[in-house]
Every structure is written in structure tokens, then in C-alpha cells.
């Protein structure tokens, strides 16, 4: 059964860096595309980066661009993000996804998602 497990949430300060790792298991995950989403309590889950499969190229929210990077190890089977000069705005649920998107903001478009992982930003 394929899987997707996301590590490396936490509780952070302003300011500080965090990376989120996306494990894939069950099946190779190197032929989708890969995608971060966040939710905050209350609010709609919003797209935060995406890593095309084919192109490798890479989209982010105007929110998170030049701040969060988004990258891939197929021979891990894992994907990251890495998260600087957190701020308190990005504190969510942050959640892994795999598709072979047509629109690579949308969440319907991803077809395996992870169980999704915590991160809080304090002021």
C-alpha cells in the first residue's frame, strides 16, 4: 500500500529553520509530481510548493517564495522542504502529496497524501 509519511514538524521561534521530510513507501514515488500544502485551524488547506516530475521544476506560494525550498530524492523516495525565516503565519498542518497534476496549486489534483505533521511558529 503506498505511503507517505511526513517528519520534522515541530514548535520553533520566529526567525528559525525547519526541514519536513516526506517519506514515500509502497511504490516509487520519483514519477509524480510532489507537493507541500498547509492548514491552519479554520482555514481552507492552501498550497505551499510543488516539484514537477518530469521538468523538475519547482512552484511555490507567493507567500513562501524565497523562503521555503522544495526538493526531491527519488532514491530515497523522499521529499523535502526546507523552511526559513519561519514566521508566525506559517504555523499548519503541514501536509505531503503526490499526483500527476494538471494544476499543481490545486489539492484535488494529488491522489496520495500524507497524515500530515505540525508546525508552530512563535513570535
Known amino acids: 500500500q503506498a505511503q507517505l509519511v511526513e517528519s520534522g514538524g515541530g514548535l520553533v521561534q520566529a526567525g528559525d529553520s525547519l526541514r519536513l521530510s516526506c517519506a514515500g513507501s509502497?511504490?516509487?514515488?520519483?514519477?509524480?509530481?510532489m507537493g507541500w500544502f498547509r492548514q491552519a485551524p479554520g482555514k481552507e488547506r492552501e498550497f505551499v510548493a510543488c516539484?514537477?516530475?518530469?521538468?523538475?521544476?519547482?512552484y511555490y506560494s507567493d507567500s513562501v517564495k524565497g523562503r521555503f525550498t522544495i526538493s526531491r530524492d527519488n532514491a530515497k523516495n523522499t521529499v523535502y522542504l526546507q523552511m526559513n525565516s519561519l514566521k508566525p503565519e506559517d504555523t499548519a498542518f503541514y501536509y505531503c502529496?503526490?499526483?500527476?497534476?494538471?494544476?499543481?496549486?490545486?489539492?484535488?489534483?494529488?491522489?496520495?497524501w500524507g497524515q500530515g505533521i505540525q508546525v508552530t511558529v512563535s513570535s
Open positions: 509502497g511504490r516509487t514515488f520519483g514519477g509524480f509530481d
Open positions: 502529496a503526490a499526483g500527476i497534476v494538471a494544476r499543481y496549486n490545486s489539492p484535488r489534483d494529488y491522489i496520495y
Open positions: 516539484h514537477k516530475r518530469s521538468s523538475s521544476n519547482t
